[in-house]
Structures are given as structure tokens and as C-alpha cells.
């Protein structure tokens, strides 16, 4: 995919057109097939939406005649209300070569499509290496776009790594939920599981967020790790099991642990889940009644190797 910057010197939606379409031109020219369009002046000009679409679109048709190469113009939008004018506006075009049958013009992706024009298809794609090419009045000016550009992109853009042992213990929920909140953010996000390293890059402020958002996750697996532990060693000495309608069961282990824990500090009550109900034990009692169905368990604490009632 190429990604046409194009330096603009006035509002003037005709000046506009015409950048555009020696852009396009260009893009052409170096043989790029994929090629991608912002809503030209609709930024620092202020320009409608209707009124960029309409640049758009009369770029799109004037240049389609002469294209040899380009067979895929993405016309990029993010603001949903924009995203329906430049539809509307697309829809009133009427252009000669327009091939009805091949046109797409629904658009859920942020994408506005366009009818395929001899030769040219107007559709989405994910790619993510990008080619840029700059297009200037004289060498100087686009020397000087090209410096900034690249200074742009090197503030614009930052890089971090996470590096911890618990990495490679992510679950595969919690390795989900990250990549969701990096694509809410707009950043890239690559786990490395062999190496114990997350790296994040993009926006500072966004890889700074998203680093947050890591070690939040980290260091609830590192909770839920240490509890484990905790419970099996619990598991190890203490058992609390409970009757009911005649049968003697045995806790799961972090609820064994959950009750040894408030019976070590002495506490009257805990909460536990058990059969798809929450139960209230008075752990001076030994008894347990179930909060939606009423259901009432008696309790036993075993320590391994010696019995307690």
C-alpha cells in the first residue's frame, strides 16, 4: 500500500483537486497498485465534509482515465458523521465508465468505498507497511517536508518493553484483553512469551497508557499466583469439608484456604460460593445457610494427621 503526503498551498478546493490528483499521478507513475486518501483539506483548512468528499471523489474520476497502475484507492475517514457525507456525496456521482455491478459503497470500517472506474478498486485493506512519497513545488520544499516528516514520526512514535517472568504465564484471556486495549489505542503490541517481553510502540502518550495497562495485568496474574500457592499450602495441612443431605464433601482449594484464613484471624462470618449459591459460615458454629435457596451445610476442620470436630 502506498500512502500519497501531498504538500497543499491554499483551501481553494479546485488547488486541492489538482494536488490530489498529481499525487495520484505520481503514485502512478512509481507503479504503486494500493495506495491510501485522507479527507484532503478537511484538517488545518477546515473544509467541509461535503465539500472534501466532492475534492475527493472529482480527483478520483479525473485521474481514473489516465491510471495504468493503481487498481486500489482507500479514502480513509474516522468520524462517523464525516464518513456519512463522503457516502452521500459518492452516491450523487454520476460518472461515466462506472461499473454498477462491481460498486461497494457499504462502509462499517471507517472506509468510504467508491464503484470500480476502469480499473480502479476503492476498498479496505490491513496492510501495514506504508510507502510515502512527497510531491513539492522545487527540491527545497520537499527536502524540507521529508526532514520534518521524518522528525515527526521519530516524536510521534516511541517504543517500550516489558520484561517479566510472568509473561510467559499469561492466560490466553488475559493475552486477549491486552491486544484489545492496544487496538483501542492504537498502538502495536508484540508478546514475546519465549523471552519473558511485551514491546509496545506508538503514540508516547498511548504506549505510556498501554504499559500501565500491562503491568495492571501482570500483576494480577502475579496475585492469582501467589493465592494458588497460598492454597495449596493450606491445602496441605488444613482441610474444611461440610455435610449435606447426608454427603461429606470436601472444599475446593482457595475456598479451603478462604476459611482456614478467617478462621485463623478469628473471624464470626465468611462468604463463600458453593453449588451455584453464596454462603453465610458462622465459623464459631460450624454452619453454613445458603443465601437464594436456603440450604443449610455443616462444617469440619481437619488438620492432616489429627482430627478436630
Known amino acids: 500500500m502506498g500512502f500519497i503526503f501531498v504538500i497543499l498551498g491554499s483551501p481553494d478546493k479546485q488547488h486541492l483537486q489538482s494536488c490530489l490528483e498529481a499525487g495520484l499521478r505520481l503514485a502512478d507513475t512509481n507503479n504503486l497498485q494500493t495506495i491510501s486518501i485522507p479527507s484532503v483539506g478537511s484538517g488545518g483548512y477546515g473544509l467541509a465534509a461535503a465539500d472534501s468528499a466532492q475534492v475527493t471523489f472529482e480527483a478520483l474520476n479525473a485521474f481514473s482515465g489516465s491510471c495504468k497502475n493503481v487498481r486500489k484507492v482507500r479514502v480513509v475517514v474516522f468520524q462517523s458523521q464525516m464518513m456519512q457525507e463522503f457516502i452521500q456525496v459518492q452516491q450523487g456521482q454520476t460518472v461515466q465508465g462506472v461499473d454498477e455491478q462491481e460498486g461497494d459503497s457499504s462502509s462499517d470500517d471507517g472506509v468510504v468505498r467508491q464503484p470500480r472506474k476502469r480499473g480502479i478498486k476503492i476498498s479496505a485493506t490491513n496492510d501495514h507497511s506504508v510507502s510515502i512519497f512527497v510531491t513539492g513545488k522545487d527540491k ?10 521524518k522528525k515527526g514520526f521519530s516524536d510521534a512514535c516511541m517504543t517500550q518493553k516489558v520484561e517479566n517472568e510472568t509473561v510467559s504465564q499469561l492466560s490466553q484471556k488475559e493475552i486477549n484483553t491486552l491486544r484489545r486495549k492496544a487496538k483501542d489505542r492504537d498502538v502495536r503490541l508484540e508478546i514475546e512469551a519465549d523471552v519473558d517481553r511485551i514491546v509496545v510502540r506508538g503514540d508516547p502518550a498511548e504506549v505510556t497508557g498501554m504499559v500501565g495497562e500491562i503491568w495492571h495485568e501482570i500483576n494480577g496474574r502475579n496475585k492469582k499466583i501467589q493465592e494458588e500457592q497460598q492454597a495449596m499450602l493450606v491445602s496441605k495441612n488444613i482441610e474444611w469439608s461440610y455435610e449435606i443431605r447426608g454427603a461429606q464433601m470436601v472444599f475446593g482449594t482457595k475456598t479451603n484456604a478462604k476459611i482456614e484464613m478467617a478462621y485463623s484471624k478469628e473471624q464470626a462470618t465468611v462468604q463463600v460460593s458453593l453449588l451455584s449459591d453464596e454462603f453465610a459460615i458462622d ?7 445458603g443465601r437464594r435457596t436456603g440450604e443449610t451445610i455443616t462444617l469440619s476442620r481437619k488438620v492432616k494427621g489429627a482430627e478436630e470436630g
Open 283 to 289: 465459623l464459631k458454629a460450624k454452619t453454613g445457610r
Open 140 to 149: 527545497a520544499s520537499v527536502g524540507k517536508a521529508v526532514d520534518a516528516l
